[in-house]
């Protein structure tokens, strides 16, 4: 079993940054494709970004540009940098790893961005 804790999560302005990291238990984290997922009230779950074992990236189209994943292979953790926050990215934030077929999430930071 795989524990992932999400931190970095906040309030903020319109415009301003945020960093999430997802610390993982992963003894062989450099395996596992990670992502950042987020949830906002009355929707459903959505993608926002992967990283694959390679280090190749892929983003929503709502966050390119803005947003930017990285992973520290030495510290088994994934970063989400978030720049010139909207208010349309208020949502809880979800870190997943995924090394198939095994998936595990873990339990979501708050980021609300709010004048």
């Known amino acids: 079993q795989v524990q992932l804790v999400e931190s970095g999560g906040g309030l903020v302005q319109p415009g301003e940054s945020l960093r999430l990291s997802c610390a993982t238990s992963?003894?062989?984290?450099?395996?596992?494709?990670m992502g950042w997922y987020r949830q906002a009230p009355g929707k459903q779950r959505e993608l926002v970004t992967r990283?694959?074992?390679?280090?190749?990236?892929n983003y929503a189209d709502s966050v390119k540009g803005r947003f930017t994943i990285s992973r520290d292979n030495a510290k088994n953790t994934v970063y989400l940098q978030m720049n010139s926050l909207k208010p349309e990215d208020t949502a809880v934030y979800y870190c997943?790893?995924?090394?198939?077929?095994?998936?595990?999430w873990g339990q979501g930071t708050q980021v609300t961005v709010s004048s």
């Open positions: 997943k790893a995924e090394n198939p077929p095994n998936a595990y």
């Open positions: 992963a003894s062989l984290f450099r395996f596992y494709i």
């Open positions: 990283i694959t074992t390679s280090g190749r990236t």
